[in-house]
């Protein structure tokens, strides 16, 4: 199980500094990837730019670029584009997000057929990193090209000017519900899981069973040496009451719906209702320990290598971790 350093997406105010010190440091322990995200403030590909321009070998991850924002081809540009000037260390994460994020921010409308709105993307993705043809797609949501009915009728089918590096860059999907899932089996080259409990394997073995060899699976979990567990988990319970009390309408939240598959139902229910009642403390104290201790890994050095084992035991390839300090990250190099 290799690890990565998942540095997600900027708050109030830039933690490029901060955020580049952790890579440098990860990429001296070893590390094997490091990555970025995205959601209604910075971007995920900027911060790869400035970070490959400061590291050597460590690789370069979306977790996750969101499809709303660009168009297939552009997603394919950034990726063709930062794959070069990193020397071939660019991993493509792709998310397709939510209503909420894709109608308000982007003002898009959010796809009736979300699976094949995703399929289609990867497809065009893929194709203009073949560059084997001209890129055409007979598609419902990302045609090419373009066909609406405003349309011009003056669109041809275009190839990248600029030869890929890699023809094979791995396109990796951030997926939660089990057809979307199934589908990142097939036509993915990794699965970026949002909340993954080593306890719950067996929710996923199905799909998993289906995948091909060198198919990764990579989660993100939060990390953090400390003697309080509790407190420890108070980050991980912040985040989880913000995606699933605020990250998706109150009748449509993924997010809330994934914990409520695994095992959580009523409480996920009650942190929704919290949060979207303005009681954001109250949310986050709702969020069970047990279920953001499951997904995490939390507390002292013992308990941390004893959870990791866990981890280690089963499908994960690479542990993607939001660790905010060095000694974390030394500890798990240590540890793995």
Known sequence: MRLGLALGYWGRHPGHQHHLSLAQEAERLGYHSVWT????????????????????????GTAVAQMAARSPTATAMHALTLDHLSGGRMLLGLGLSGPQVVEGWYGRPF?????????????????????????????????????????????????????PLRPGLPVLLGAEG????????????GWLP????????????????????????APL???????????????VKAMLAHYVGGMGHRTRNFHADLMARMGYSREARRVQELFLAGRREDAVAAVPDAF????????PRARIAARLELWRAGPVTDLLVTAPDPATLRLLADLN
């Open 178 to 189: 089990p057809r979307n899932i199934a589908q990142t089996v097939r036509i993915a080259d």
């Open 37 to 60: 995200a995205e959601a209604w403030g910075s971007d995920a590909f900027t911060p790869l730019a400035w970070l490959a321009a400061h590291t050597r070998r460590i690789r370069l």
């Open 111 to 163: 796809p009736s057929s979300p699976l094949t709105a995703t399929r289609e993307y990867v497809d065009v993705v893929r194709q203009v990193l073949r560059r084997e043809a001209p890129v055409t797609l007979e598609g419902r949501f990302h045609p090419l090209p373009y066909d609406g009915p405003d349309a011009t009728g003056l669109g041809r089918p275009l190839r990248s000017v600029t030869h």
């Open 292 to 299: 953001a201790d499951e997904i995490s890994l939390v507390g």
């Open 221 to 235: 979990a939060r990390a953090r040496l400390c003697r309080n567990v509790a407190e420890g988990l108070r980050p």
């Open 194 to 217: 949002l909340y993954w409990s080593p306890h719950r394997t067996a929710l996923y073995a199905e799909a998993l069973a289906e995948a091909p060899d060198g198919f990764l699976v």
